[in-house]
Nanobody
Framework: QVQLVESGGGLVQAGGSLRLSCAASGRTFSSYAMGWFRQAPGKEREFVAAISRSGGNTAYADSVKGRFTISRDNAKNTVYLQMNSLKPEDTAVYYC???????????????????WGQGTQVTVSS
């Protein structure tokens, strides 16, 4: 089992940047594929980005391609989401997720992730 703790959220102006971090407990972090999802008020949770166990494969939602970058540091048990050129529509609670068995072609599917963090708020002002 793994526990996930997100950090790095906050208030930023449109066009600004934030870097989210998700720290995982345990000694088998490299066995977990990792994903970032977000949920805006009144909306369903949606996929943002994901990364495979080795970091060799990544996936992004079309809405964030070219602006967001997901990465991982297995030595630090941490996954990151670098968010640039932020827009007001990026405002949401951002969640980190992990799973040890998810396949590469299902990385964007939230239903395949067994472990979730509590979320961190990102607010982008116009």
């Amino acid at each position: 089992q793994v526990q996930l703790v997100e950090s790095g959220g906050g208030l930023v102006q449109a066009g600004g940047s934030l870097r989210l971090s998700c720290a995982a407990s345990g000694r088998t972090f490299s066995s977990y594929a990792m994903g970032w999802f977000r949920q805006a008020p009144g909306k369903e949770r949606e996929f943002v980005a994901a990364i495979s166990r080795s970091g060799g494969n990544t996936a992004y939602a079309d809405s964030v391609k070219g602006r967001f970058t997901i990465s991982r540091d297995n030595a630090k048990n941490t996954v990151y989401l670098q968010m640039n050129s932020l827009k007001p529509e990026d405002t949401a609670v951002y969640y980190c997720a992990a799973d040890p068995t998810i396949l590469t072609n299902t990385l964007p599917s939230s239903r395949y992730y067994h472990y979730w963090g509590q979320g961190t708020q990102v607010t982008v002002s116009s």
